[in-house]
């Protein structure tokens, strides 16, 4: 046999080379009982029925040998065939074991090796699905992370109360699969809640909706101070359910009191219509970082409002402010008024002087303000008070002053003021006040009445 036969051979599979070997081994037993009976049975004895039962049990041998050395092969190649199967993904697939042989056991090894990759396969899966869980849940916590710095920014920024309260409930809205986020605020008389403000779906008409006490959608949160579920695993009574999908159109809703000083001043929430929705203790714990920053945007606006009641200097000349200079002016005319005395009030008002900011620059006008105020305070005794008035005046309280010597003492101010200037603006950027004067009680009995009767005398 040729080397070129030999390689064809070797490159066959399993059958084709069984039959080949079958064939090779038959070939030798065949030729020596062919050599036998032609060459001793036949010529001494003749063709008897012996020699043709021995050729028939020879060939008998021979056959089974080969079914049996087949039946091996067989079993060999159908495991070869189902572990392509499995290598080729089927990892459902099982091969038969039919008889406890070497063939068998490596058989039932396989499967065993297919049970643990499929196993293994099957965990991978349930850890696939926990990381993705996993990474939704980080990327959700770090969006409401996101969206806290950029609301804390806002606080710290001293933005309006009004747009950090928005941007809460915008982001809030983002929460749980929400259709719509709302803050509710409560009503000093009625204690009712009100919608003043809302984000999301279908918010038409909306706006400034009532949830009144009686209608016992918000009690827990306004009475005991508890947040408020309604969804799946807490349903809600009928009278809860009518007045949630009148009020808010809402099936499922998580409400949060939002408190300040102790007291529940509002109610954060999200709902949606889903059927079949519970929230959970993440949903909770997220809603009330939510909450607590608008318990501190409302805290920050109200020590703002006691700050600017307190305050009584201006920040750029250091005089009185306007909310001071009025205060002092009501006690000077209870003085006065008391002890029979005069007290005398003016405005000091720059000319045009939007133009002239416009003309000169911001920071240029307001050195102009700051030396006008410096102007006046040199000019006016010290019991008299200055103060900056409004942007572009001022306003002088002069107790034991009347009409006449204030307005000696306002001709001097413009003067003084007019003549300052003159040489260091341009002709066409002249700058000019207008004064006004009033005098208790010739002019009114009130504070109210003295600045108004001043402010009318500055266009005279």
Do not use: W
Not at 177 to 203: I, P, Q, W
Not at 279 to 305: C, H, S, W
């Amino acid at each position: 046999m040729k080397k070129n036969d030999l390689v064809s051979i070797s490159s066959k599979g399993l059958a084709y080379k069984l039959r080949v070997a079958f064939c090779l081994m038959s070939v030798l037993p065949l030729l020596v009982s062919f050599y036998v009976i032609v060459n001793y049975l036949v010529p001494k004895t003749g063709m008897r029925l012996y020699v043709i039962v021995l050729l028939g049990i020879s060939a008998v041998i021979a056959l089974s040998g080969f079914f049996l050395i087949k039946d091996v092969f067989d079993r060999m190649i159908k495991v070869t065939g189902q572990v392509k199967l499995i290598a080729a993904g089927d990892m459902a697939r099982k091969i038969d074991v039919k008889l406890k042989d070497e063939v068998g056991e490596l058989s039932d090894a396989l499967n065993q090796i297919t049970q643990r990759v499929r196993t293994n396969m099957e965990e991978l899966q349930v850890y696939g699905k926990q990381t993705d869980d996993m990474n939704t849940q980080i990327q959700r916590r770090l969006h409401v992370l996101a969206s806290v710095l950029q609301i804390t920014s806002l606080i710290s920024q001293r933005e309006s109360l009004d747009k950090i309260l928005q941007m809460i409930v915008e982001k809030a809205k983002n929460l749980a699969h929400s259709d719509m986020a709302y803050l509710l605020g409560r009503e000093d008389a009625t204690g009712a809640f009100v919608v003043s403000k809302v984000f999301g779906v279908d918010v038409s008409g909306l706006q400034n909706a009532k949830v009144n006490v009686a209608d016992t959608l918000f009690v827990d949160i306004g009475v005991q101070d508890k947040i408020f579920l309604i969804d799946a695993a807490n349903p809600a009574s009928p009278e809860q359910a009518a007045v949630l999908e009148e009020r808010l159109r809402l099936r499922n809703t998580m409400a949060i009191p939002v408190h300040l000083a102790g007291e529940v001043i509002g109610v954060l929430g999200v709902g949606n219509r889903a059927e079949g929705f519970s929230y959970t203790k993440d949903d909770q714990a997220l809603l009330d970082v939510f909450a607590k920053q608008a318990t501190i945007a409302m805290g920050n606006e109200k020590l703002l409002r006691k700050v600017e009641k307190l305050e009584i200097k201006d920040d750029l000349t250091g005089l009185y402010n306007q909310a001071y200079i009025l205060n002092h002016l009501r006690e000077e005319i209870k003085r006065a008024v008391r002890f029979q005395r005069p007290c005398a009030f003016m405005v000091v008002s720059v000319d045009r002087f939007d133009k002239l900011q416009s003309s000169v620059g911001v920071e240029q006008a307001n050195a102009i303000i700051v030396k006008i105020s410096s102007i006046i305070r040199d000019l006016v005794r010290e019991v008299d008070r200055v103060a900056r008035f409004e942007k572009n005046s001022f306003a002088v309280v002069m107790p034991e002053k009347n009409k006449r010597e204030m307005r000696k003492m306002a001709d001097e101010i413009k003067e003084r003021i007019e003549s300052n200037f003159a040489s260091k603006l341009d002709h066409r950027k002249l700058l000019t006040v207008s004064v006004g004067t009033s005098e208790n009680p010739l002019d009114g009995a009130s504070a109210e009445d003295l600045v108004a009767c001043a402010q009318k005398m500055l266009h005279v």
